[in-house]
């Protein structure tokens, strides 16, 4: 027996005794070392011989732990109590966006309610009949094809210029790259359109990561005011292009992440017009557009596009598969600049899952999915506007969403949204509170609710702990009497 | 029949006729727009639909064109001459670095000699073993388990682990990060430890994406003159620690790219100590640690670090599958900030190609896979300095590769590698010119050769064309007159 066999003999015989028990941290790597006199790389395999059977997971930046039974391997899968749970990342309030982020990932994980959650249920998707796909493209993909590099694989972009065509938008496939998702998409065009200083407008409130990017690049982001009725104010955008010399505007025009509105088409006919006018490029998150409740696919502002000065983002992250990150543009006039972006920031997109993708696209199988999908959201988004409306306190507003899986709630006048974020951490309930969403101090006073997970009693009885908390905070403060309502979209 | 249908039925009429014929370009969307009182849209679907068909193709911002007959699906492959082709990107010497890069890997697509690649044959690699894994772990793969978030799937991560271990290097798993290959962990190391402005080392000549990636995020590149004997320089290194402030250097100490030497023990104890004594955080390209040509791995940086100040970059493209675009790090200290940089960069990695290689892994094929690699590259290695020293001129310069299947040859004196790689394309055959891999004039000297490929008469034609062309520019530059070589390693 080699010494690391026999260390994680013994280690393994403290578990199976109850010595060591479910959720204990095991000595550090060091210690243990130091402990047995025996050398870090001795330990490191007793460690990871450990881990292979299941009997104890890392942790990161924690260290070693005891699995819970039931997650080792052969034993039962047990049911996890949804809204008991309250996480170790979850616990202190942060607002650093990154940690935020983690923390809400790793809540989910460990099966908190994901309110907060930025993404779908990834149950909501076909895992299955995709997975299906991945051996015989595998067999099939010839090595030397490098449909990896840019612009990524010929059939999957000659399907997403297929589906495009589907909901209205006529693109030339020559246009399209194929990213690491969205989140590569939109990090691309900014620096295919900006260079660090240069002013670049976003929505107030809007997603995260477009403005982490903005700050890691040494870009500067202009926020500028959008509300769930008219969305991004363009009285305020023209005098930013011509006071604060912008150079591009990142704008999310169906199911505005974390408003939940969908522009007008005015509205989008006189955004594309400004940016035209003063020769600003336009950079459009699309990513919802799929997720529409309505009878056909909202429109898109690259559709307007005259002079390819609109790029468009999106991914089937949202609406396919999350764990593949897949995503593209249409490049407009920048594709040079994208592609050599691209090159130099992860080289290529993984061709496996670009092959699993475009073979799903052309079994027809996607609308029939997609109807299902959209069905289920916009019964979802019923239900959670009848329960925040049932168990919130009086003066809470709320849009009734038109697509996507996010509903933005606004608090009581005075309440908020750190104070009760706080407070429904501890019950293990997460949400995502306004103030991450921009700078403007207005946006304390909200919170974004995810309705995309299945509703069950857990969802009602937190949502009741939410109102509840949401009622405790209100008090004195002077809170409105009724429940009022965001208007509608026109 | 609807109208794009109809388009393209006359459209497949006149390639059948020959009237248009095989590499001919067609009319752009617009013109046949215009030209047939068609919609747009109508001509993208009938374009589309000959795409499928595989009797037109798109290429990038140049238009559509009638594909070759062999490239049709159901026509029998035809053997593409090897040197024959000049391709339409390698024609113009570029000297932007993407523009280079993109035309050397279209080259290798369309069967120019590839000496100019900067990466292995695809061929080398068992891609039938892990496309035949896609599969079953697509299957097995539970679709909540997010090990697409950072840090990655743990099963890849604890193979990662135990291979550092035999290779030498005790890693806590704890400290490993999945990313979009070794470019998207060196991003991210740069962007953890440096701001806009900062001065980075970096060894002159080296791998042009960093040097891109510093001016691409506002950083300062500061070029420490490296060479085939010793290594970077670290006398000027320390210099520049103290007079530039550097705040990181980035060194491949082992086959370097492009210079192809390893570096000694002794001179790595003395770097890793140098970026101790000062605490500057250094950053290790490991990406040709398992193309070694002795009996024994080389050693790491990392292995030398004793307090979290070195980061590890590495990935499985350069030795087991390059359209997969899996890579890692060992973050060192900066966990925290490379989990946050890489959610906002690219927010996870794909799923799919992470469980087909921990499967693979798993199956202990990789060391029987490599053995064989290692000794096809080191007889290549062999050949290749045969060749160039039997049919260049007097005066080139070469050193004896100890690992990875790039040689450094400098030409006789007074000849222009841009000069060669002008002549060179041409005739098809592509080279990397010195020029690329730094601003140091005198690399404008060297060029630099890919041994990956298959060797055959045509590989012996174009190194023999080669020096011939050598040797034209070397005559009246009082080249001298023998040739010698490089120092062999220590």
Same mark, same amino acid.
């Given at each position: 027996?080699? &010494?690391?066999?026999? @260390?994680?003999?013994?280690?393994?015989? =403290? !578990?199976? /005794?109850?010595?060591? #028990?479910?959720? %204990?941290?095991?000595?550090?790597?060091?210690?243990?070392?130091?402990?047995?006199?025996?050398?870090?790389?001795?330990?490191?395999?007793?460690?990871?011989?450990?881990?292979?059977?299941?009997?104890?997971?890392?942790?990161?930046?924690?260290?070693?732990?005891?699995?819970?039974?039931?997650?080792?391997?052969?034993?039962?899968?047990?049911?996890?109590?949804?809204?008991?749970?309250?996480?170790?990342?979850?616990?202190?309030?942060?607002?650093?966006?990154?940690?935020?982020?983690?923390?809400?990932?790793?809540?989910?994980?460990?099966?908190?309610?994901?309110?907060?959650?930025?993404?779908?249920?990834?149950?909501?998707?076909?895992?299955?009949?995709?997975?299906?796909?991945?051996?015989?493209?595998?067999?099939?993909?010839?090595?030397? &094809?490098?449909?990896? @590099?840019?612009?990524?694989?010929?059939? =999957? !972009?000659? /399907?997403?210029?297929? #589906?495009?065509? %589907?909901?209205?938008?006529?693109?030339?496939?020559?246009?399209?790259?194929?990213?690491?998702?969205?989140?590569?998409?939109?990090?691309?065009?900014?620096?295919?359109?900006?260079?660090?200083?240069?002013?670049?407008?976003?929505?107030?409130?809007?997603?995260?990561?477009?403005?982490?990017?903005?700050?890691?690049?040494?870009?500067?982001?202009?926020?500028?005011?959008?509300?769930?009725?008219?969305?991004?104010?363009?009285?305020?955008?023209?005098?930013?292009?011509?006071?604060?010399?912008?150079?591009?505007?990142?704008?999310?025009?169906?199911?505005?992440?974390?408003?939940?509105?969908?522009?007008?088409?005015?509205?989008?006919?006189?955004?594309?017009?400004?940016?035209?006018?003063?020769?600003?490029?336009?950079?459009?998150?699309?990513?919802?557009?799929? @997720?529409?409740?309505?009878?056909?696919?909202?429109?898109?502002?690259?559709?307007?596009?005259?002079?390819?000065?609109?790029?468009?983002?999106?991914?089937?992250?949202?609406?396919?598969?999350?764990?593949?990150?897949?995503?593209?543009?249409?490049?407009?006039?920048?594709?040079?600049?994208?592609?050599?972006?691209?090159?130099?920031?992860?080289?290529?997109?993984?061709?496996?899952?670009?092959?699993?993708?475009?073979?799903?696209?052309?079994?027809?199988?996607?609308?029939?999915?997609?109807?299902?999908?959209?069905?289920?959201?916009?019964?979802?988004?019923?239900?959670?506007?009848?329960?925040?409306?049932?168990?919130?306190?009086?003066?809470?507003?709320?849009?009734?969403?038109?697509?996507?899986?996010?509903?933005?709630?606004?608090?009581?006048?005075?309440?908020?949204?750190?104070?009760?974020?706080?407070?429904?951490?501890?019950?293990?309930?997460?949400?995502?509170?306004?103030?991450?969403?921009?700078?403007?101090?207005?946006?304390?006073?909200?919170?974004?609710?995810?309705?995309?997970?299945?509703?069950?009693?857990?969802?009602?009885?937190?949502?009741?702990?939410?109102?509840?908390?949401?009622?405790?905070?209100?008090?004195?403060?002077?809170?409105?009497?009724?429940?009022?309502?965001?208007?509608?979209?026109?």
């Amino acid at each position: 027996v080699k &010494l690391y066999e026999s @260390l994680a003999a013994d280690i393994a015989g =403290l !578990i199976e /005794q109850g010595v060591l #028990r479910e959720g %204990d941290r095991i000595q550090s790597v060091r210690q243990a070392s130091q402990h047995h006199n025996l050398s870090v790389s001795t330990v490191i395999r007793a460690y990871l011989l450990l881990e292979s059977r299941g009997l104890i997971e890392s942790r990161p930046q924690s260290g070693y732990f005891v699995r819970a039974m039931q997650a080792r391997p052969g034993a039962e899968p047990a049911a996890v109590p949804q809204a008991a749970r309250a996480t170790e990342a979850a616990r202190a309030p942060q607002l650093d966006a990154a940690k935020l982020i983690l923390a809400t990932l790793r809540s989910i994980r460990e099966g908190s309610v994901p309110f907060g959650s930025p993404y779908p249920d990834p149950e909501l998707f076909p895992s299955s009949r995709l997975n299906s796909y991945a051996g015989s493209v595998g067999r099939q993909h010839p090595s030397g &094809l490098m449909a990896d @590099l840019p612009p990524g694989d010929p059939e =999957l !972009i000659r /399907q997403i210029a297929r #589906r495009h065509l %589907d909901n209205g938008l006529a693109v030339d496939p020559g246009e399209i790259v194929i990213t690491v998702g969205a989140t590569e998409a939109l990090n691309l065009c900014l620096q295919a359109v900006a260079r660090p200083g240069a002013a670049v407008a976003v929505e107030s409130p809007s997603y995260i990561p477009v403005r982490q990017s903005l700050a890691r690049f040494g870009m500067r982001a202009v926020e500028i005011p959008t509300d769930a009725v008219h969305g991004i104010d363009l009285d305020l955008l023209e005098r930013a292009i011509v006071n604060d010399g912008l150079v591009a505007a990142v704008v999310m025009p169906n199911f505005q992440n974390p408003l939940g509105c969908r522009m007008s088409e005015s509205h989008k006919d006189a955004l594309v017009a400004l940016m035209h006018r003063h020769a600003v490029p336009l950079i459009e998150n699309g990513v919802y557009d799929e @997720l529409y409740f309505g009878d056909s696919p909202p429109s898109t502002l690259k559709s307007r596009d005259r002079d390819g000065l609109v790029m468009h983002c999106n991914s089937f992250s949202k609406n396919l598969t999350a764990s593949q990150h897949i995503g593209w543009m249409l490049t407009g006039r920048y594709r040079a600049q994208v592609e050599a972006l691209k090159l130099f920031n992860t080289l290529g997109t993984p061709v496996l899952p670009q092959l699993v993708i475009a073979q799903y696209l052309r079994q027809d199988g996607y609308d029939f999915h997609l109807r299902r999908l959209r069905r289920h959201l916009s019964q979802q988004a019923r239900m959670m506007v009848a329960a925040v409306r049932r168990f919130f306190p009086p003066g809470t507003r709320l849009a009734t969403p038109d697509g996507g899986y996010l509903l933005w709630v606004g608090l009581p006048a005075g309440v908020k949204a750190l104070a009760l974020f706080a407070r429904a951490q501890e019950r293990g309930i997460s949400l995502a509170p306004g103030d991450i969403f921009g700078s403007d101090p207005s946006l304390a006073n909200y919170i974004r609710l995810n309705y995309s997970y299945p509703w069950t009693a857990d969802t009602d009885a937190a949502l009741r702990t939410l109102g509840l908390l949401a009622g405790e905070l209100a008090t004195g403060t002077g809170a409105g009497k009724d429940h009022s309502t965001l208007p509608a979209r026109d």
